[in-house]
């Protein structure tokens, strides 16, 4: 038995490129252009889901900076880019309205450490076979949750009184918030939000250099100074965050503490953390791999991701993952190694001690036309029509996880689309699997030896064949055969095992009973062409001996011998 060594999972790819000696001024060079251009594209990121998560604009930038450092230097791809991510703003925002900052910290701190066990247990590698539909419908969801949060500030609709409107967590009472509120719209907000929106979505197209999020942020940001100046009021960062004016400095570290009560309570939540955090960095990582032709380690980005998570809170920050915008920037801008995404955190840490003032003017219109253009990315139209052209199991996946992620809640959308999508491949292999009778004659495809055989044999043998797993799904199958035979008294019961990849213990009883009433009806069963696998699920639950291994065969020939000699006696 090979001996394990956490080596074996964790090879993080920073080491690995130092470890080479292979790195050069040329690369450098590479990586810390990419990694500036990186840290421009993530700062306007940062701030907007940090405000849209429910925390401070520090928060966001503070995650990017701890988070994204420890990503890139500890995880598992050689360009992957982490940071906060629009899919988290929903999860968060959930924890901070019912168990306030302390209780995302804690959650944040426990989803780590569940994201480091699931890497040292090597889940990196099963993570990423997750259903297709489950994750494009959560990501739709989340798409649409995003969107339906930031209507408030895309309009500049405040409450009655005029004071920031105070609006619902859930979708249906948010909407209606909306509608019961229009009448309170800012035309210059709005106009502004409509520019932001532009910017984000055209601004590739006149130059892919700088992003049309900055652009944006810019833009919009002289016009709020100048609306002011005109005494035009728009909501600025600057009005509910005044100590951004004064400039910012890295938080002191504290380790939020936790006991069994704190922990009990955010289980969950912090497994949807978890989830949701090794789902998008394995799916961001892939990608890059696609695009780069390197590969990553998946177990070693996850205990990456995990550590990041687990240090973040305690500096301030929120949940973090790797983010595919970010990370395909990095390499289209000549990103080769980690060393990329610790620059763009070092880039964003000299913005975050020295420039934060100049954030306080950014308009909550303009991030809320950002995180829309964001929110329009997420939701992946091209392949929700794909999916819609797929088999109706798919289909019916997709819509529960995406109904479900908009209008209850991230965690029990997937894990009730995990049990649908296992019920429904359930159900599919059932179909595919047959049991049948092959009384005088077996399959075309046999030896003509092997049917020449079975036809002398005639009615003294009977021959089940089996086709497919044989595992619970195969229950009623299997008993509705065995009813239909109990009128029939062959001397010999052939159970053919040839197309059966493994055998389940509901399997195993079913056959134990299948043998138990031949044997009180005189019958001897054979079992033919058992592989090694099911041959060794046999043996261990103790059926091989029960049954006699001299009953038990590789191949319906030999099977076909045994019986014979057994009807001449």
Not at 129 to 149: E, K, L, N, Q
Request: with cysteine; aromatic share 8%; hydrophobic share 50%.
């Amino acid at each position: 038995m090979k001996r394990y060594k956490i080596t074996d999972v964790f090879q993080p790819k920073s080491i690995e490129v130092f470890r080479k000696g292979k790195y050069t001024k040329q690369l450098f060079i590479k990586d810390m252009t990419a990694g500036i251009i990186v840290g421009i594209v993530a700062l306007p990121l940062a701030i907007a889901f940090g405000i849209a998560s429910g925390v401070s604009p520090q928060q966001g930038l503070i995650t990017a900076i701890v988070a994204g450092f420890i990503i890139s230097f500890l995880g598992g791809s050689n360009v992957q880019i982490g940071g906060p991510t629009g899919a988290f703003i929903v999860i968060v925002a959930g924890i901070i309205a019912d168990k306030g900052i302390l209780g995302l910290m804690i959650a944040t701190c426990i989803a780590g450490v569940i994201l480091i066990i699931m890497g040292l247990l090597r889940f990196g590698d099963i993570i990423k076979f997750m259903p297709y539909p489950i994750i494009v419908g959560f990501t739709s969801g989340i798409a649409v949750m995003i969107f339906s949060t930031q209507i408030k500030d895309f309009f500049g609709l405040t409450a009655i009184d005029g004071s920031r409107l105070s609006v619902p967590s859930e979708f249906i009472d948010k909407w209606i918030c909306y509608a019961q509120h229009i009448f309170t719209i800012n035309y210059w907000a709005t106009a502004v939000a409509v520019l932001s929106v532009v910017a984000g979505l055209f601004w590739h197209k006149v130059t892919k250099v700088v992003p049309g999020s900055l652009v944006a942020i810019i833009v919009c940001s002289v016009a709020a100074v100048v609306l002011e100046h005109y005494d035009i009021h728009i909501d600025t960062i600057g009005n509910v965050y005044p100590e951004l004016s004064g400039g910012s400095a890295l938080p002191r570290p504290a380790m939020p503490s936790i006991d069994m009560k704190a922990f009990r309570e955010l289980l969950t939540p912090a497994f949807t953390i978890a989830m949701l955090g090794a789902i998008e960095s394995l799916l961001s990582a892939m990608v890059a791999d696609g695009v780069t032709g390197k590969k990553h380690n998946s177990n070693t980005e996850l205990i990456g991701q995990g550590i990041a998570n687990v240090v973040s809170p305690i500096f301030g920050g929120i949940p973090a993952t790797g983010a595919i915008t970010r990370t395909m920037t990095n390499i289209n801008n000549g990103g080769k190694t980690p060393v990329a995404g610790m620059v763009h955190s070092i880039f964003l840490l000299l913005i975050y001690l020295f420039l934060m003032p100049l954030a306080s003017h950014i308009p909550f219109a303009c991030l809320a036309g950002i995180l829309i253009v964001i929110a329009y990315n997420m939701f992946q139209v091209k392949a929700v029509k794909a999916i819609l052209k797929t088999p109706k199991s798919d289909v019916i996946v997709f819509f529960v996880t995406f109904f479900l992620t908009v209008l209850f809640d991230l965690t029990i959308a997937i894990e009730i689309g995990i049990l649908i999508a296992c019920i429904l491949f359930i159900k599919r292999v059932m179909e595919t699997s047959n049991i049948r009778v092959l009384e005088n004659e077996l399959s075309r495809t046999e030896d003509p030896e092997s049917n020449a055989m079975i036809e002398k044999l005639s009615k003294d043998i009977e021959v089940y064949e089996i086709d497919g797993p044989f595992f619970f799904g195969l229950a009623n199958k299997f008993e509705n055969i065995s009813n239909e035979l109990k009128s029939k008294k062959p001397k010999v019961r052939i159970i053919r095992m040839r197309m059966v990849p493994f055998i389940d213990s509901t399997g195993l009883q079913n056959l134990m009973t299948l043998c138990d009433n031949s044997h009180r009806e005189g019958i001897q069963v054979i079992l033919s062409g058992v592989n090694k696998d099911v041959y060794s699920a046999l043996e261990h639950s103790g059926f091989a001996d029960r049954l006699g291994k001299e009953y038990i065969f590789d191949h319906i020939s030999k099977a076909l011998e045994k019986a014979k000699s057994i009807i001449k006696t």
